[in-house]
């Protein structure tokens, strides 16, 4: 289990385990999730949150992982966009650490 920031001034964290990151990967949740200028904003997490609804409504099978990251992470009381900046960082890592273990 991992535990992200949701606010600049640490108050407010968010945990976030292994399998929310691989549903992350396993739906490439943050490609072309944010623009070319690199900001995250409220739209960004407005446009992730919408996406994974979609991912939701059009599922056939199972969408188990997508609602526990939409549960425990996504739609978490405290995520805003700080959080989700933290979110994308952990997630970043978390892949580097996965290419660097499978070497």
């Not at 600049?8 to 944010?34: C, D, H, M, P």
């Not at 995250?40 to 991912?55: A, F, G, I």
């Not at 990251?69 to 978490?76: M, N």
């Amino acid at each position: 289990m991992y535990t992200i920031q949701a606010n600049a001034s640490g108050t407010r964290t968010i945990g976030v385990s292994e399998e929310n990151l691989k549903t992350v990967e396993k739906y490439a949740l943050f490609s072309q999730l944010i623009d070319s200028n690199g900001i995250v904003d409220e739209s960004v997490l407005e446009k992730l949150r919408l996406n994974v609804r979609s991912l939701i409504a059009a599922q056939e099978e199972d969408s188990k992982d997508l609602l526990d990251l939409c549960i425990d992470v996504i739609y978490h009381g405290s995520m805003k966009t700080f959080g989700l900046q933290q979110l994308i960082k952990l997630y970043l890592n978390w892949l580097n650490m996965q290419s660097s273990d499978e070497e």
